[in-house]
């Protein structure tokens, strides 16, 4: 079974990537971009059966930092 897990920084978490994104496009004349934040998607198969739990585990103990981050997994 394929997951996907999308992982984003928390609300009010500094994104200096977002920033750098949002300063290189209107250094290529592209006007209005606002709010560039920037996350990872991480897709894993897992055998079937896998638990919400267990997959729940993964992301909180390695997959993502729950002090800045936030996930949602996907079963694709």
């Known amino acids: ?11 009010g978490v ?6 750098a994104i949002e300063h290189a496009l209107a250094g290529l ?4 971009v606002a709010g560039a934040r920037v996350g990872k998607l991480i897709e894993l ?8 739990a267990d997959v ?6 390695l997959l993502a930092n729950t002090v800045i981050e936030n ?3 996907e079963r694709a």
């Open 29 to 32: 004349g592209f006007q209005g």
């Open 14 to 19: 500094l994104d200096p990537q977002g920033k």
């Open 1 to 11: 079974m394929r997951l996907r897990i999308h992982v984003t920084l928390k609300p």
């Open 56 to 61: 729940d585990s993964m992301c909180r103990q």
């Open 45 to 52: 198969d897992v055998a079937e059966g896998t638990s919400d």
């Open 71 to 73: 996930y949602r997994i």
